[in-house]
């Protein structure tokens, strides 16, 4: 893009000030400005006249789940079909990478935090170690795609490779970096990091597929013969990954998507709830519970909207190919969020100040026909580091690890 180009792109939705620092930039610099703005989808920015409020549920009705006790019961069947399709590479990993870890005072890609407390063990690495638990089993690897970002793909592939991708086989290993969408203030403009940057932001989990495409890996999956995707997130390090059960299940049951959930700890645990909306497969945020819902039970005492996802799909790879022209929902999320003022220089704010545009990879289920709720135990598949102390911390993770018989 040329600078004429940049500057007639911008001036038709009144964004000219990004060009304001153009000449004092040197020909590198004008480069990557220049890319930015080339990248821009300006249509987002129309989303703001729409208002910020989320659209409303349908009408919501409880999903049960496969219980842990009928798992059980059908445990071998499960794993001998799970393990036949694993042989034949029909399911591949994607690993959701994109974030730093800031909130837990780590400015480098969450995967690389060290774990460990005795010896070295980082995320990436404990990860690694949980998907090769099927590698042994099958005798195959699994295709593992990872999705990282603009701020942290260069960080991510250099540690891959630095530590010798921790034993797995790098020809299965396949890096996609995730779309980005600008970042914007109250009155919609959108704010400058640098001089020669654009303040931008992964565009949430659930671009990862459209991100995936145009990265040119469907061409990937369909000569590995690949028909299904194991979609989990980086900060649970607990997670089992392609698990042959879980896949045999929800290829058993006839489904074309599963979402492994856990039994809520407490009916007003903070978390997404797989349930049925407007007829079809959906996950309702606890914010979005009314009181009634949230504690309403069945003859048995039982919660009704008892099963939280812990951000671990399966997804039919025909069914994603359909649903990738179809619009997501796009949530215009509230953030602090650090900018370049008008003097050139940088400020970190205190307070909310603008808007980011995120994706959800949960408005994908609500596209799918149906899904197979798999439920989990909790202590042995769900310890997510989110926060710097207390729940869901790297100290509770590491608690569990040890439980499970991980040496740190």
Known sequence: MTFEEAKIKLE???????????????????????????????????LLGEGTSETEKGVLAPL????IEEIQAKKDDFAKTGIAALKKHKVGAVLLAGGQGTRLGFDKPKGMLNVGVHRELYLFEQLICNIMDVVEQTGEWVPLFIMTSEKNNEDTVGFFEEKNYFGYNKEFVFFFVQKMAPSVSYDGKIYMEEKNRISTSPNGNGGWFISLANAGLLD??????????????????????????????????????????????????????????????????YYEMTDEIIHSRDKDGKLLYNYGVILNYLFRVDVLKKIMSENLPTHIVEKKIPYMNENGEYVKPQELNGYKFETLVLDMIHM?????????????????????????????????????????
Request: aromatic letters at 4%; glycine letters at 8%; one cysteine or more.
């Open 368 to 408: 799918m026909d149906n899904c197979l709720s798999f439920e989990v135990v909790r202590e042995k598949e769900f310890a997510p580091i989110k926060n710097a102390t207390g729940v869901d911390s790297l100290e509770s993770a590491r608690e569990l690890m040890t439980k499970n018989g991980i040496e740190i």
């Open 220 to 285: 990937t999956i369909e000569k590995l013969g690949v028909e299904w995707l194991n979609v989990f997130a980086v900060d649970n390090v607990l997670q089992k990954i392609a698990d042959p059960i879980f896949v045999g299940a929800v290829l058993e049951n006839d489904c074309v998507c599963g979402a492994k959930v856990v039994a809520k700890a407490d009916p007003n645990e903070r978390v997404g709830v797989l349930c049925l909306e407007d007829g079809k497969p959906s996950i309702v945020e």
């Open 12 to 46: 038709g939705e009144g964004q000219e000030h990004l060009l304001s620092w153009y000449e004092e930039l040197n020909a590198e610099e004008k480069e990557t400005l220049l890319r930015q703005i080339d990248e821009l989808d300006l249509g987002l920015l129309n």
């Open 64 to 67: 049960g789940a496969l219980t």
